[in-house]
């Protein structure tokens, strides 16, 4: 079972990653730029309907966290978006043993990285 | 043009792998759910289906037997998430036949996806060989349709029914103990034991213990009365395997009892009688032994009453596919994987070509690894061990190099080993040798060759264990006993450094 005071500890530590490790993730598109391009259009187009559905699963339909996580870290892994897909894992990997506070506190979370992310993402489109 | 499936929930994984593997000249197909999969991988066509784990709804594993269940033919690569290595093995286990990792790194993408398609493609040429059908009595039986395997069966055949002492010569894993199973159970003393003992296996004194028995007191820790197979197996037949590696002083039991059936248990007085036919074998030059004093001559007499050779599968390989299709029976139903079919045109080359120095042993191992590894019906190249796919050809690059006309001065020795400390320094030599051997009208070319062969094997390995025959032993795989036969037998000196006297230079 996750302690809260240990979550709280895990989660305040996220924001000293970059949001995005362009590098290794340029690397494993074999260096294109162009299809990188492409995938954050795909990122900008579902990413933050991805995100609704874990807000609202939180708040609805908890049998269904599991699975809107997983989804929303598919998206997100292909920049290398540690912070948003440290968090996901574990709203994925534990959704039926989370207390309503620590959900909570990863949701918070969640919403900030995921900010992070969309900006790197646009700096990045801007070139 | 081949045609991949993507079958992923998340558009933007699909969109990157269908960019990715058109760029590459690869038809794609994408589906985002199993069902919607599966109907496409029944409409037809389809070559390779990249398969995520985690379905909406439903678990790929599942969906990759479903696709099993349309067509075994077509390889499935699974897709799973960074952290699910455990999914990822289920997987291999069910028959997938790769994993890739998200995210997905195109090189790695591209390159599993080229080797997938090429094992689709093996695997739609028809089965050069099929497994056959075994019944359960039939795991250990002898195969071979060859002159030389039939003129073992017609021996074991004229012998079994004769109560004589058999000797069975061959090398390693030529199936020995098989020809002392085949004589006993078709003899006269099928209905009373049959033990078989290895002599290499044992230090000197417990094979004597064990062969013999011994008294309470004998020896330390002989703390009570032993009895030995000798006296166990009264009225049966009793298989010495590696008979050449047995002591002097066991020899010397052994002759006595084969002459008298009688012996004493060591330690003891009382003079046992036994009725025991010895069946023998040994894969050791006994006859060389005998001429180096290291096995006694009366005793190989005895053992002699007649004599069975087992030829070495390289000098058999007709019989190749047929024992081909008994262990792909026998390794298909041990390993419960009842969908292999048989072996691609491709393998069945290979395994015909590979010279099989472990014999019949080694060629059953190959078979069970390649089934074990195999993730579709039909075993291709991929799935074979990698000294049997890498083995050049007999008529290719090694026989080239032996071709007179052919600049054999560019082969490379066998060895880091220069010339003059090895004596068989590279292929040129041995072309030569072989040319001046066969100018002189030479009636035993083979042995003459494999001695030369041997005689740097055995100077070169003991070189590098700076004379130790028991490392020796352990690398070359074989036992001391035959080592140090070796050693004898080429005059190798174990002084200081390792040296070959005819070839006159130190090594070391």
Redesign the interface.
Known sequence: MLRTENLEEELKHLSESPAVEWGP?LA???G?RE?MI??TE??LE?GQRLLQQVGSCIANHREKLS?AA??L???C??F?ARPVMEVT?LIERQADQLTDEQLTLLWTSLQVEFGRLCDAIADYRRG | MPHALIVD?????R??IT?VLQSAGIETSEASTAEEGLRRISEGGVDLVLLDI?L?RRSGLDVLGEIQGIDRRIPIVIVT???DSNTAIEAMQRGAYDYLT??????QLLSLVENALAARELMSVPVALEAAEIDGSSERVFIGQSPQMLQVFKAIGRVAAQDVPILVLGESGTGKELVAQAIYQHSSRQTNPYLAINCAALPDSLLESELFGHEKGAFTGADKRRIGKFEQCHGGTIFLDEVGDMAHVVQGKVLRLLQEQRFERIGGNETISTNVRVIAATNRPLEEMVEQKTFRADLLFRLNGVTIHLPPLRERVGDIPLLLRHFLAVSKRSMNKPHIEGLSPESLELFQNYPWPGNVRELRSVVQQSVLNSTGPIIIPEFLPQEIRSYAPRGSTAKSELTPSNGAASAQPPSPAPREESGFPNLEDLREFIERKLVEKSTSLSAEVIEKVERYLFARVLQYTNGNQSQAAEILGITRGKVKDRVEAFQISLQRNVRLPDEGASAG
């Open positions: 993730a494993r598109l074999s294109s299809l492409q995938m795909f990122f579902d699975a997983h989804s870290r598919g998206v892994a292909t290398e894992h | 929930d998340d558009r933007s994984l969109y990157l960019q985690q909406p998430s960074d952290n998200k995210p997905v790194d195109t090189a």
